[in-house]
């Protein structure tokens, strides 16, 4: 199995001394790091705003976005760009601004980036991967992941499920959400709830998990972080620490690192600053529609 992977970027970042955020900034919750994947910014499902929200209301000593933040597969047949894929890459343009070091690891669906890495743009470096060192001294590789996919046993059904079966999943998803949302009841994931229930897709997961643990132990590794197949994870494998951001398609999920080293998978649309969000957004949308009434009358 050669799950050395020959790509040849390694960077040790180090954590800056935290700056003195403004005074509305200074309840955020901090992180030291935090771990970020498969946003697939320029297609209907991804969900920027989601994110958006994310990274405004945390503050991060260094930030990691570990592959697929754009989707140039399915932008090739189209390209599919709202307004809040704008957001995302001001925001992180303005924190990179702020001295927090910003590592973009390439991954397969923005694979054209990878004949770039190793360049610099200000605060933000363009790697096809990084080792990380955690507080607490752990040494992770950092990686997308899909380099190991040749090594599980069902690689061809992900890829079945990443063309026409994913964007298939990912039309039902909406249309289901679609009522979801007009009755008040929250997200629901379709294509999460099969790779749940169908033995070949826990199978392929579980292949693929080992795969990726297997190879950063070979490599000298404490642990990995990755992305790719959507679903997120921690856990101890083969005396390996396993750690999946997940996706901001269906599950918006990312991985952070508390200043102690302890790593927290955070799935942000069951998260209490998430709700609070929302609470304030349909409180203004409720208020405007009152204004458009009043004038009206």
């Known amino acids: 199995m050669n799950s050395d992977i020959p ?36 297609t209907k499902d991804s969900k920027a705003s989601q994110l958006n929200d994310f990274l405004k209301l945390h503050r991060f000593d260094q930030v990691y976005l570990v592959g697929d933040i754009f989707d140039g597969w399915r932008m090739r047949n189209g390209i599919h760009w709202h307004k809040s894929f704008n957001r995302i890459i001001s925001r992180v343009l303005k924190i990179s601004k702020n001295k927090v070091p910003v590592y973009y690891i390439t991954g397969n669906h923005d694979e054209f980036l990878r004949k770039f890495a190793n360049s610099r743009f200000e605060n933000i470096q363009l790697l096809n991967r990084i ?23 069902c690689g061809r059904f992900l890829k079945l499920i990443g063309d026409r079966g994913y964007d298939l999943l990912m039309f039902i998803n909406r249309v289901i959400n679609r009522f979801r949302t007009r009755y008040g009841y929250g997200f629901w ?11 070949r897709a826990q199978r392929y997961i579980r292949d693929y998990e080992y795969a990726v643990s297997h190879g950063a132990k070979r490599q000298k590794y404490d642990g990995v972080v990755c992305g790719h197949i959507h679903q997120a994870a921690i ?11 997940g996706d901001w ?16 998978l955070i799935h942000w649309l069951e998260h209490p600053l998430h709700f609070e969000m929302e609470k304030m957004r349909n ?15």
């Open 249 to 264: 398609v269906e599950s918006c999920t990312a991985i952070v690192e508390h200043h102690n080293g302890e790593m927290e």
């Open 283 to 297: 409180q203004k949308l409720k208020r405007k529609k009152r204004k458009t009434l009043t004038e009206s009358a």
């Open 7 to 42: 790509l040849t970027s390694h960077f040790s970042p180090s954590t800056p001394e935290s700056t003195a955020p403004p005074d509305r900034q200074r309840q955020k919750p901090h992180f030291r790091s935090v771990f970020i994947s498969d946003v697939h910014l320029g």
């Open 235 to 245: 856990k101890k494998i083969d005396g390996i620490d396993y750690y999946n951001t």
């Open 131 to 153: 080792d990380h060192t955690t507080a607490d001294g752990r040494r992770l590789l950092v990686i997308h992941g899909d380099q190991f996919e040749s090594v599980t046993h």
């Open 189 to 199: 994931s379709f294509s999460g709830y099969l790779k749940d229930h169908i033995q």
